[in-house]
């Protein structure tokens, strides 16, 4: 059957303009330098092979956080989800950790989710982190709606930052939204948000060279602390 091409359009979502976040390296407690990047659409399948056998594992909610990223990443790379966009970090090229995250309207992030692959180095709260850059300085929106599926983000996310519960129900359901401001984003920055830029030319080159994905046995160490299958 042709493509059609007109009833596509009329599938997908209407876009905001969304200026890109720039690539930064921070260095991690181990010493090694971790880059942070967003990724195009056409980086997403790679992505999802990495993601995929994340949905396996119970532990701190591992399997509805991949589930769900593996969707939205998903929804993102079919046109489906609107003005999406997905930062990952990369040690050596390898894939440690991704955020997600969309702009609910020009002036309102909403905040999708955090994987950690290689835990224990405060990835996830440094790509958390990375993904409040991105909305408040680089897409200039005035305020982020969060939520948590997990006690480890709740402490990570709600009380680290302060965030202000609200009663606003936010798109992944559960609690109702916590929100991150403009101001309380400034308050909290020389505190939590971290990295130099520009990134140097050989570690952001590694980055862009290939993204790699460690394999299920490797995933279930990292994560699980066990053999993998």
């Not at 399997?63 to 990952?88: G, K, M, T």
């Not at 990369?90 to 950690?116: A, C, W």
């Not at 709740?154 to 009380?159: D, K, L, N």
Request: aromatic share 10%; glycine share 6%; net charge negative.
């Amino acid at each position: 059957m042709p493509f059609d091409m007109e009833l596509e359009a009329r599938l997908r979502p209407p876009e905001f303009p969304m200026v890109p976040y720039p690539p930064k390296v921070i260095t991690l407690a181990n010493g090694k330098p971790m880059v942070v990047r967003e990724i195009t659409r056409e980086d997403v399948p790679r992505v999802l092979e990495a993601v995929r056998p994340i949905m396996t594992y119970e532990r701190d909610y591992y399997d509805i956080v991949a589930a769900r990223v593996y969707a939205e990443l998903l929804a993102w790379y079919r046109y489906r989800e609107q003005a999406e966009f997905c930062l990952i970090a990369q040690i050596e090229g390898m894939l440690v950790g991704l955020v997600n995250s969309r702009m609910y309207t020009p002036k309102i992030g909403m905040s999708l989710h955090t994987l950690t692959i290689d835990r224990g180095l405060r990835v996830g709260s440094h790509m958390f982190a990375a993904k409040m850059e991105h909305h408040i300085e680089y897409l200039k929106q005035d305020e982020v709606w969060i939520v948590a599926e997990s006690p480890i983000g709740f402490r990570r996310w709600m009380i680290e930052y302060g965030l202000e519960p609200t009663d606003i129900p936010h798109e992944l359901g559960g609690a109702p939204s916590y929100r991150l401001s403009k101001e309380l984003y400034y308050a909290t920055k020389d505190r939590l948000v971290v990295g130099d830029r520009p990134v140097p030319k050989e570690l952001l080159d590694k980055a862009l060279e290939e993204i790699i994905v460690v394999d299920e046995k490797t995933v279930a160490q990292k994560i699980c602390g066990v053999k993998g299958r």
